[in-house]
Every structure is written in C-alpha cells, then in structure tokens.
C-alpha cells in the first residue's frame, strides 16, 4: 500500500517560518507530480503548490514569493518552505501525490495532514 506521511506543523508567530516533508512509502513504481495543499475551517481546500516530475512548479497567488516547493526523489519526499508567514496561511497542510503503484494509471493519494498555526 502507498502512504504519504507529513510532518514540520506547528505554532509559530507572524514573520516566521517552517518547513514541511511529506514522505511516500509504499509500492511505487513511479511517482508523478507532487503538491500541497490547505484546508482552513470553513474555507474550501486550495491548492498551495505544486511540483512535476520534471521540475516545474506553480504557486497561489497568495504564497508566491514567500513558500518554494522541492522534492528529493531519492528520498521520496516532497518539502514546502515556508517563509514570512501570515496568519491566514493557518491551516491544516496535506501532502499529494499522483502514483503509478500496480495499475498502469497514476492514482491520487493523500496524507493524513500537518496543522499549520500562525499567531498575531
């Protein structure tokens, strides 16, 4: 089975910054693009950013300039640095990946999620 753990949440004031990893384990053939994406309470779940398998990356609006998506493929990990934070990046942070595993077609999986706090 394929899992992608997230980690690096926390609690951190205004200005500051974090970084977040997201591990993929599990029956991998060939893991496609990667993202992050937000869900904040009583907002709907936004894509944060995103990277290809190729390198390219896209960004909200909202985050460009201040966050920068990487992956390491020989770790299976896909970070989101975070700098400058604002406290409506407050969220819960999900971890995505589109995953060639035993089908022919890359599938979507999905972690568990890191909550992400900014105070005033």
């Known amino acids: 089975q394929v899992q992608l753990v997230e980690s690096g949440g926390g609690l951190v004031q205004a200005g500051g910054s974090l970084r977040l990893s997201c591990v993929v384990s599990g029956s991998i053939f060939r893991i496609n693009a990667m993202g992050w994406y937000r869900h904040a309470p009583g907002k709907q779940r936004e894509l944060v950013a995103r990277?290809?398998?190729?390198?390219?990356?896209n960004y909200a609006d909202s985050v460009e300039g201040r966050f920068t998506i990487s992956r390491d493929n020989a770790k299976n990990t896909v970070y989101l640095q975070m700098d400058s934070l604002k406290p409506d990046d407050t969220a819960d942070y999900y971890c995505?990946?589109?995953?060639?595993?035993?089908?022919?077609?890359?599938?979507?999986?999905w972690g568990k999620g890191t909550l992400v706090t900014v105070s005033s």
């Open positions: 995505n990946a589109a995953i060639t595993s035993r089908g022919a077609y890359p599938m979507n999986y």
């Open positions: 990277i290809t398998s190729g390198g390219y990356t």
